[in-house]
DNA sequence: AGTATAAGTCAGCCTTGTTGACATTCCAAG
DNA sequence: CTTGGAATGTCAACAAGGCTGACTTATACT
């Protein structure tokens, strides 16, 4: 973490110069990419009795096995009351299990089961789609572009997060 | 728009393939950055009656003048009824001024007033703050990058809409 | 034994999205 | 000039998914 190295707005470079304007964009761009970054997976969920939070529990819960409640939370940045209404439903309708914690038993440990598996598939799948072919529509170069934006324009403790899934990729 | 350019799957290049673990990241990069996209304004509306649809609505007043309320509604994507209720308050409280068209009368162009440009201008510093450090900490070929990806990511419709926006900009 | 932690639950509230039905105003084509 | 359709506004009802606050249960730690 170099310190002061972006204090000074003007240094005369278009480096470091950013009008309003391009920012304005980017502000733009996020904006609408992000619709379309949803709106597949909305799209199957809509006939279903699920939403988009749905799909995110599913998502982290595919992407880190055995999680616990605590850590989910954390990750998708509700409340303990949100969550549980959506985990409940899908302990219900059998697409997640909670197994009791073998070392800790307050702690319950949540994964997909099989009919959990199909449907992540099927959001995902649709999901990736528009991401591949908006990576390759773009280029290596632009995507290498768009994680480090990424990445900067987190919150701290999500950039944490983001790396530790990361690491945990296969 | 060159024709079947990303049809094959495998061209032995790293160029085109993309595994899904590449994917994935990419997914939660922009989960945990739209988070952090929003969290700004979010904390400076969390005080007042107001959420992240008037924020929505504000920007996109601010950024077309006198644009109409059909306007308005196909590039926020959310139904009449939605942004009428929004629409609504702000006219009320005296943020946004409703004019009838000159032209059309069935029409209402919609203008900032004097105290919506305030809050417009508190919104967007926070959002163009966290965007500008983004930027500065990434580099300009990160973003142009980002952009790219961000541009290729959209629904035809809202790419339209977006270039139509950056046309109009100052 | 007493405190802290993990999880679950109940109740109530807010924002923001949806549908459906309907009124008004006005332009434009027949 | 009339009539159909477009643009807008409004009412009502509903659902998803956030939130807070209060409380319970089970377990772990000190």
């Known amino acids: 973490m170099p310190d002061g190295r972006n204090t000074s707005a003007h240094h005369g470079e278009s480096l470091l110069f950013l009008t309003d304007e391009q920012l304005r964009q980017g502000i733009e761009a996020m904006f609408f990419a992000y619709r379309g970054f949803t709106a597949d997976p909305d799209r199957i969920l809509a006939d279903m009795a699920y939403g988009r939070a749905h799909h995110r529990a599913i998502h982290f819960i595919n992407r880190a096995p055995g999680t616990t409640v605590n850590n989910l939370l954390n990750i998708l940045g509700v409340t303990k009351q949100s969550l549980n209404r959506v985990l409940r439903t899908l302990i219900d309708q059998?697409?997640?299990?909670?197994?009791?914690?073998k070392i800790d038993k307050?702690?319950?440990?949540?994964?997909?089961?099989?009919?959990g598996h199909k449907l992540e598939q099927a959001l995902s799948d649709?999901?990736?789609?528009?991401?591949?072919?908006?990576?390759?529509?773009?280029?290596?170069?632009?995507?290498a572009g768009f994680?480090?934006?990424?990445?900067?324009?987190?919150?701290?403790?999500?950039?944490?997060?983001?790396?530790?899934?990361?690491?945990?990729?296969?």
């Open 94 to 101: 059998g697409l997640v299990e909670s197994k009791v914690g």
């Open 126 to 143: 649709a999901q990736r789609a528009r991401m591949r072919s908006a990576f390759r529509d773009a280029g290596p170069e632009a995507v």
């Open 106 to 115: 307050r702690e319950r440990h949540l994964f997909l089961t099989e009919e």
């Open 147 to 170: 994680r480090t934006v990424l990445e900067a324009m987190m919150d701290t403790e999500m950039q944490h997060a983001y790396t530790r899934l990361k690491e945990t990729g296969s």
